[in-house]
């Protein structure tokens, strides 16, 4: 029985940690959080028929499972998201857990059709904003994040609609401090009490 024991415990770790690269792995399980830990307001994070429900005050779903060991330099990033009206929300990546406020690691996608905020889903925010909306509210999309090297690139249900380079952003200086890219986890928001939006896949393929 130990042998057994061991033989599975070993295949589960190689399938979820070894054999990774070059694959779109589910981070979501479709029935409870297992692998993400929550900051800040726990209950603003719930899942209901298979799907991550969004919806209270201020706080961040960290991934902290095993794949990857949780720590993504360049990756692919496939979420199916669908927003309520007036929603906000984001996704952060190469990020790191911290318990209250606004993550200070990493880059925030936004996540936004019809928020009072000007920037809009596909933003790199505050880094590269994207004004246009490309999706409605109450809609199933795809937001594709990609990252590579130094830049960043987002596709909208596979259209691409903003490309940034962190190398080439003339605007900062030489000490990024810890908005850059660099290594990290994943995040998703919940910005605010009224803003009700639901996740319900989240996909990471691992590159070179």
């Known amino acids: 029985m ?16 070894f054999a990774q690269k070059g694959e779109w792995i589910e981070l979501f399980n479709g029935n409870n959080l297992d692998g993400w830990k929550v900051s800040e307001n726990p209950g603003s994070f719930t899942v209901e028929d298979g799907v991550i429900k969004v919806a209270g005050p201020r706080g961040h779903a960290f991934y902290v499972g095993p794949v990857g060991d949780h720590d993504f330099k360049n990756f692919e990033l496939m979420v199916e998201v669908k927003t309520m009206p007036k929603a906000n ?3 952060f990546i190469h990020t790191e857990y911290q318990d209250t406020g606004w993550p200070n690691v990493g880059y925030e996608i936004q996540v936004n059709q019809s928020h009072g905020d000007w920037r ?22 795809t937001e594709h994040v990609i990252v590579e090297g130094s830049k960043i690139t987002v596709k909208v249900n596979g259209q691409t609609i903003n490309e940034y380079d962190e ?5 900062r200086g030489s000490d990024l401090g810890t908005k850059k890219l660099s290594g ?23 590159l070179d």
């Open 184 to 206: 990290g986890t994943i995040a998703l928001q919940a910005h605010d009490p009224e803003s009700v939006i639901y996740y319900r896949s989240v996909k990471v393929k691992i």
């Open 120 to 141: 809009k889903t596909g933003s790199v925010y505050s880094f590269q904003d994207v004004r246009e909306v490309y999706v409605e509210d109450g809609e199933w999309y």
């Open 2 to 17: 130990k042998k057994l024991t061991f033989l599975f415990a070993f295949t589960f770790l190689s399938v979820t940690v």
């Open 167 to 171: 190398s080439k952003d003339e605007k």
């Open 89 to 91: 929300s984001g996704i």
